[in-house]
């Protein structure tokens, strides 16, 4: 089973090759129970460094899925082990249609690491998280604030129409806009869908 958690490595290595010699932009998001967490955390941590070394050396920024409910701490505990150890480009992703995801997005706008937020597209229960669209959506603009306000360089991700208006709306309250210092917090249309 390891041989085949080492092959999904080899496979977005291969992928970042590919991607390398055809010049485009260079980011690529992965899923850590593709990459073992599911088996155990430690092989996962290999395995994502085994993308992350020459992911830096060629100008990749590796964004973290978040999956499932059941994975979010330990989705999170990875990727901050592997901020401490200096990965700065790493980001992760975190839905607004959990409750934890408000002390989440604190305590990662502090690290200074990059957040993409979404809606979160899993069945999840009553306890972890939101189970009715008006409270998702009302989590989600408050997160989006919150990373915009605070956070480093945020992805805003939804197809909700009225979501994008409200983040266009709030950004340009507060003076960003796409052409901005990428260094800075800012908003762009590739990160609003």
Not at 9 to 17: F, I, N, S, T
Not at 75 to 97: D, H, K
Not at 123 to 129: D, L, P, Y
Not at 146 to 173: C, F, K, N, V, W
């Amino acid at each position: 089973f390891r041989r085949v958690l080492f092959r999904s490595a080899r496979e977005y290595l291969h992928v970042m090759d590919l991607i390398v010699a055809s010049g485009i932009e260079r980011n690529i998001s992965l899923k850590l129970t593709q990459l073992g967490l599911s088996v155990d955390r430690a092989t996962c941590v290999d395995n994502l460094r085994r993308i992350l070394d020459p992911a830096r050396e060629h100008g990749f920024f590796v964004r973290i899925d978040m999956e499932n409910s059941p994975w979010t701490a330990l989705t999170l505990e990875v990727f901050e082990l592997l901020w401490e150890q200096q990965y700065r480009n790493l980001g992760v992703v975190l839905q607004s249609a959990l409750y934890r995801s408000e002390s989440d997005v604190v305590r990662l706008n502090q690290l200074g690491a990059r957040v993409r937020l979404v809606k979160g597209a899993y069945k999840e229960s009553g306890n972890v998280a939101y189970q009715k669209k008006h409270e998702v959506d009302a989590a989600y603009v408050r997160l989006m604030q919150t990373l915009i306000d605070h956070g480093t360089m945020p992805a805003i991700a939804t197809h909700d129409p009225a979501l994008i208006t409200q983040t266009r709306e709030y950004a340009s309250a507060r003076g960003l806009t796409p052409d901005r210092d990428r260094k800075s917090t800012r908003l762009n249309s590739s990160h609003v869908k």
